[in-house]
């Protein structure tokens, strides 16, 4: 029995010896304070949400004396791998990263952190937690729900309706449409007619919805996942003439405010970007300078509803002060 | 495999062959998962089995040490399980077993003991907003603060008009005003019941559908164990004692989800 036990401790020392390999990531984050430059990595600027978020980000670093590289990775995933291999290359102090894919961009944040880079993602989740040091992204849900309420009470909760879902990969698509249908759900009288994901684009949009109309011209709503596809279809509705279908967005674009002024557009929920891409820039500058970070790693921030009555607060994805 | 389960100590962070235990871990760490299982001749055996196996050579042990670890790969951990986040982990997340852990134990006493009296923090309130949160409230980052709340109002109207039921209160002293309203369902609007807690944070759940799935639980339970028994009829011009939580919007919109109500006089 005695030796047993002994053959047990020894299996129990090698277990343990031999997983000392595996608590390397853990420690690799103090090689890069010599450099003084911030990679700013996200989506294709096309889009205003994503210019808006890289600029107001640029701006705060060369605000804090930072070097900085602008870079797009326009939503795929093996681009996004090589620019953040370009910020390794450049030994980049820190990242802000709008990631390409909540399960795609585990292991580019993962290797970054390998050698030794800190990132800070902006706007869209990765589905892992302890990688990155910081995960800022708008409180979806409960701008999801914002909308969602709105576009009911519009509805007189009844009616049918249409959703367009956004990019499938995107946990921020998933999240607006289970807010959407969590809220809508609850309305027994209201009836989803179509639901198609348009993937974010707002040409696509426009088709999807040219086509939805062939065989739902009775509908009396389209709750939209974004504001690009929200354009979209209030575009092809007012080709088709059915100027009072309501169009509810997401994002709180410049276009869809002044949509929302023009009577287009019925709400939308806007979505802090410039707030959010700030407060990553300065949450890398206190790490680049601390090394370490007292913030919890994923914050959300809350999202506003924009309506013909207050639609004349707001700027570029950002409350006028 | 439970007996096979190690702490590293020199390491906090980190969990060693960690497949299914569970584990009182709630800050995000890193796992290391194996699909290797331990087979039976080298995990802990009963007395009656003792002398029925030969001692296995060192060299062997050796080598099943690295056959286990060869499989390796590090995870993070889910804070909410403490299990190793793989994909099948991370849809297992039931937010209805999560309430149903949390909501006799945790939720219902931190509303009956935690809360400040409604009147005395709307009159803070009113007189001076930052301070009368930063005692009273409860907020992640730069959110709006929640308010865990109880007290004591009349009636004045029960409006189920929208499923967003509401009862209308008049807030002592008694002026035939509404300052305030209790949320009936069946419809929950926000999510103040998850947010005034503060053992519940966005930074426990493994992405943002997780964190909504919480706060639906949590309606669904309060309106199946709380507000789906209420005698709504029986409620109109009575006086109602009242626990329940708030976000802050405005002085003119305090919305309250209550986990309790029940009718002051009513013997």
Known sequence: ?321 | MGSMVMENTSAPNFKICHLDEPSEERSPTFGVSSAWEISPPFSRRDDTQREGWGIPPCGFLLALAFLLLAGCEIRPLDPATGKAIIEEAQQAFDATSFVAENWEARVLPTVRNDSVDLNTLLAALQADQEAASATYGHREGTRPYNFIVQGTGRVLEVDTTSRAGLVLLDLPPYDGTSEASLQIGPVIRGTALRDALPFITFDQFANQLEYANVSNAMHTRLVETVLAKLDLQALTSQEVRFAGVFTFRSLDAVMITPVEIRVENAE
């Open chain 1, 1 to 321: 029995m005695p030796i047993r036990i002994n053959r047990f401790a020894l299996l129990l020392v090698t277990l343990l010896l031999m997983t000392t390999g595996c608590q390397q990531n853990q420690e690799a984050g103090d090689t890069a304070e010599a450099s003084n430059l911030i990679v700013i990595i996200t989506p294709s600027h096309d889009n205003p949400f994503f210019k808006t978020e890289a600029q107001a980000a640029d701006a705060r670093a060369q605000e804090l004396g930072y070097n900085t590289l602008v870079l797009a990775h326009n939503g795929d995933a093996a681009l996004q791998d090589q620019l953040m291999d370009t910020a390794i290359a450049q030994n980049a102090a820190a990242i802000v990263l709008d990631n390409a894919g909540a399960d795609a961009s585990i292991a580019a944040v993962q290797k970054a952190r390998d050698a030794g880079i800190p990132s800070f993602l902006i706007d869209r989740e990765i589905n892992a937690n302890g990688i990155a040091v910081a995960q800022i992204v708008s409180n979806n849900y409960q701008g999801a729900v914002l909308g969602a309420e709105e576009f009911v009470r519009l509805m007189g909760e009844a009616g049918s309706y249409v959703e367009l879902l956004g990019k499938e990969s995107d946990t921020n698509a998933q999240i607006r449409s289970q807010g959407y249908n969590d809220i809508i759900g609850q309305f027994p009288e209201m009836t989803l007619v179509a639901q198609q994901s348009a993937n974010w684009s707002q040409p696509e949009a426009f088709e999807k919805m040219e086509t939805i109309i062939q065989a739902h011209p009775n509908i009396k709503g389209v709750i939209s996942g974004n504001d690009t596809m929200a354009l979209g279809a209030a575009a092809a509705l007012k080709a088709a003439g059915m100027d009072d279908v309501i169009v509810v967005g997401f994002d709180g674009s410049p276009d869809v405010v002044a949509a929302i002024k023009a009577g287009d557009i019925a709400a939308t929920v806007l979505q802090p970007a410039a707030q959010i891409a700030q407060m990553a820039v300065d949450q890398a500058d206190a790490y680049i300078r601390t090394g370490t970070s007292d913030l919890p790693e994923k914050q959300a921030v809350d999202c506003e509803l924009v309506t013909p009555e207050n639609a004349d607060q707001f700027g570029v994805f950002a409350r006028l002060n």
